[in-house]
Nanobody, 119 residues
């Protein structure tokens, strides 16, 4: 079955950077309609952080991360990335990658990678 496996999370100080990776198995990311990163902090709902839609030139970013985070994909490695710069304590959450060919529903999810930002 399809698998999405995230990595790259960790603990950093405010102002630092992390790059999250999401490797896909049994799913060719170059042909997927929409790819995205989500996050969920304890006690909070899931937040859509950034998405790429096939055929669209402009990724979507949540206002809280615009200008600091960059979503990208490497089709040769079948990997989705999230470059996170200027991290803030408010970015602390479990981060998940997702993929779908039936937007707006998300069909496939990874298991998540924890990001913790301290002051």
């Amino acid at each position: 079955q399809v698998q999405l496996v995230e990595s790259g999370g960790g603990s950093v100080q405010a102002g630092g950077s992390l790059r999250l990776s999401c490797v896909a198995s049994r799913l060719t990311l170059a042909t997927v309609e929409r790819l995205g990163w989500f996050r969920q902090a304890p006690g909070s709902g899931r937040e859509e952080v950034a998405t790429i839609t096939r055929g669209s030139g402009t990724p979507y970013y949540a206002s809280s991360v615009k200008g600091r985070f960059t979503i990208s994909q490497d089709n040769a490695d079948n990997t989705l990335y999230l470059q996170m710069n200027s991290l803030k304590p408010g970015d602390t959450a479990m981060y998940y990658c997702a993929a779908t060919n039936i937007p707006p529903r998300w069909a496939y999810w990874g298991q998540g990678t924890q990001v913790t930002v301290s002051t």
